[in-house]
């Protein structure tokens, strides 16, 4: 029984090394967005798993410490961003150990053939509104559930409503609703 255990544990393939996202980011936009000392979170399903920061030249090296979500979604924040905006999904499934991106900075969007703006994780524009900087005074929804919960929703319309009067240039322009992205 024991020797039939050793002899599994001996047949079974060696733990594969810890992964390490390494690349960079670039901008066709200098003017309006800085890629050095750019904070990056890596979050898996909304949560944040992990955290870089880019060099002066937007290079960035984060390792997982332990086990490693089959992917990960990169998002950028910077200070007085109004919010994390979303660059891309990275699949992390490969059998290499270090997986390599380039990241632009911001998230190329593209429109539909209506002219609506797609969304960059689930490449659909039903669910992506424009987002406006409504200041001290948002608008809101007011959403009753059938359960007679009532919760608040900043989209009206087809704007998302940000209430944040302060900002940056690097500040997202868009949201969807379905991945609950800012980009
Ligand atoms: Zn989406």
Not at 37 to 58: E, F, I, P, R, S
Request: net charge positive; charged share 15%; aromatic share 8%.
């Amino acid at each position: 029984m024991i020797y039939q255990l050793l002899l599994t544990l001996l047949l079974l393939p060696a733990p594969p090394g810890k992964k390490v996202i390494t690349g960079n980011i670039i901008t066709d936009k200098p003017q309006t967005y800085s890629t050095a000392a750019l904070q990056l979170l890596l979050k898996d399903k909304g949560k944040v798993v992990g955290k870089t920061v880019t060099d002066n030249q937007g290079n960035f090296t984060y390792s997982f410490p332990g086990s490693t979500p089959p992917q990960v979604d990169v998002l950028y924040s910077s200070l007085g961003i109004s919010a994390n905006a979303y660059l891309k999904t990275v699949d992390l499934t490969a059998a290499s150990d270090t997986v390599r991106i380039t990241l632009v900075l911001p998230a190329p969007v593209q429109q539909d053939a209506a002219g609506k703006t797609l969304c960059p994780k689930c490449n659909k524009s039903d669910e992506t509104r424009v987002i406006l900087n409504s200041g001290i005074a948002p608008k809101v929804t007011k959403i009753v559930e059938k359960n007679g919960k009532v919760t608040f929703s900043p989209i009206v319309g087809n704007i998302y409503y940000m209430g944040s009067c302060m900002g940056t240039t690097m500040d997202p322009g868009w949201h969807c609703n379905r991945d609950n992205i800012f980009f």
